[in-house]
């Protein structure tokens, strides 16, 4: 583990607590009997996040044919994995607090369009797509805990990161370790699982790893699309000027690709009912 990513822990203050939902939450990943039933029961144990949970299913992105009222009609409308992913993205911009030096809104949009590109790679990959999606929204969450201690810095960052993916390099020549490295570090904490604590750890640069990470790699080419969607770049250029030799390994049919991504839409528009 990065220890210049380890600083941000010292208070423990700075630590926000996983929800319980979410922990229960991230363990039915790794059950492979878990009901629809089941994860509607779970997530009906909290009043707020019921009340984001049928927000969503009621947006104009999940196209319901009636109005959804109640927890066991939004888990038929969405699906397991849907509801899953949802939920865990409630949960979880739902844990950290609002800080200094970054647009909360602005923030989160980012984290859950990783989140949708993370998943669409990881379709096309055939990785786990789930797992995918849970490691994007999280990928920068580290960032926040960066801010808490250190808002004049990010903010620069931030300021400074209008090329895709340029936001790890000016991390690590500020900070010694990226947000990617810090999300490894809260990943541990949390308990995840430990694939994906290591592609946390590897996203910022995955060709430098060995063995190499399908999913580091996935996390980092999901950033640099959630930073072109953000500042309305063409998401295959910007592969392109970014991560030209992680297109090559990895073999990706930027074709095949730019038509997938154009059919997921706006992959960030849950955001605006995970925070209200």
């Known amino acids: 583990m990065n220890a210049a ?82 939920s865990m993205a409630a949960c979880i911009s739902g844990a950290f607090p609002a800080v200094q030096g970054l647009n909360r809104e602005l923030f989160w949009r980012h984290s859950v369009s990783t989140a949708g590109y993370a998943r669409v790679l990881s379709r096309l990959l055939n990785l786990d797509a789930d797992a995918a999606y849970l490691a994007g929204l999280m990928l920068r969450t580290g960032q926040l805990l960066m801010a808490m201690t250190h808002a004049e810095q990010v903010a620069e960052v931030e300021a400074h990161a209008a090329e895709p993916g340029s936001r790890f390099s000016l991390e690590m020549h500020r900070f010694g370790c990226t947000h990617a490295d810090v999300t490894a570090s809260l990943a541990k904490h949390w308990h995840f699982p430990a694939k994906l604590i290591e592609a946390f750890a590897d996203a910022d640069t995955p060709l430098e790893i060995r063995p ?65």
């Open 5 to 86: 990513a380890e600083k941000f822990f010292q208070h423990s203050h700075a630590l926000p607590t996983m929800p319980e939902v979410a922990s229960r939450l991230l363990k039915s990943f790794d059950d492979e009997n878990v009901s629809l039933g089941a994860l509607a029961h779970l997530i009906g144990k909290d009043s707020t996040l019921t009340a984001k949970v049928l927000r969503l299913a009621n947006s104009a992105r999940y196209s319901p044919s009636h109005t959804i009222s109640n927890l066991n009609d939004a888990a038929a409308a969405l699906g397991l994995d849907t509801l899953r992913n949802l």
């Open 212 to 276: 190499f990470s399908p999913l580091a790699a996935v996390l980092h080419i999901a950033e640099v699309l959630a930073d072109a969607a953000e500042h309305h770049d063409d998401p295959v250029k910007a592969m392109q000027e970014a991560v030209p030799e992680l297109i090559e390994h990895m073999h990706l049919d930027l074709d095949f690709l730019r038509a997938k991504i154009e059919a997921a839409g706006d992959v960030g528009s849950d955001v605006d009912q995970l925070l209200n």
